[in-house]
Structure formats: C-alpha cells, structure tokens
C-alpha cells in the first residue's frame, strides 16, 4: 500500500471519531419494528414515517430512533430551533 493511502486511511480513523464533521442532507431506511417494518425519510429538517402513529402526530418512536442513532450527524439549522416545552 502506498504512503498516500495510508495517510488517508489515518484521517478517516480521525474522522470517524468526529461525527459532527458530517450532516446527513437527507435520507431513507428500513426500519424493523417489532411488528412491522417501516420506511423512514428524512429530508432537509423533515421526517417521514409509514406508521400510523406518525400519520396522526408528526413524530414516532421510529424517527425519535433516528434521532438518538444520528445526533450530531441531523441538520444543525434543525438542532438549533428551540423546543416547545410544556410548563
Ligand atoms: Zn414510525
């Protein structure tokens, strides 16, 4: 292996260990529930889900999955946005 490749094969090492180095733009994944499968989309800040729960609440425990998995990785402009929280 020649010393070029090695070195890239170093940063990447580095890299990895660097998670908000990355923003996932968009996206779509095979989620296996426990009693179904679903396909989840992410586009620019916007999920999307095939679960019923989703269709009436904007939200699952199949996004909020993706959520917690990719972190840092989601769109910044969307971590930024301040939560509603119920007083
Ligand atoms: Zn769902």
Redesign the pocket.
Known sequence: MDSGMIGKIQKAKRYAQEPERIAFNEFKVT?R?NHDT?T?TYDEGQWG???N??ASHGV????MTMERVLGVMLAPEEEAEPRKVEV
Not at 60 to 63: I, K, N, W
């Open positions: 989620f529930g679903y989840v889900c095939g679960c729960f989703f699952c425990s199949h996004t």
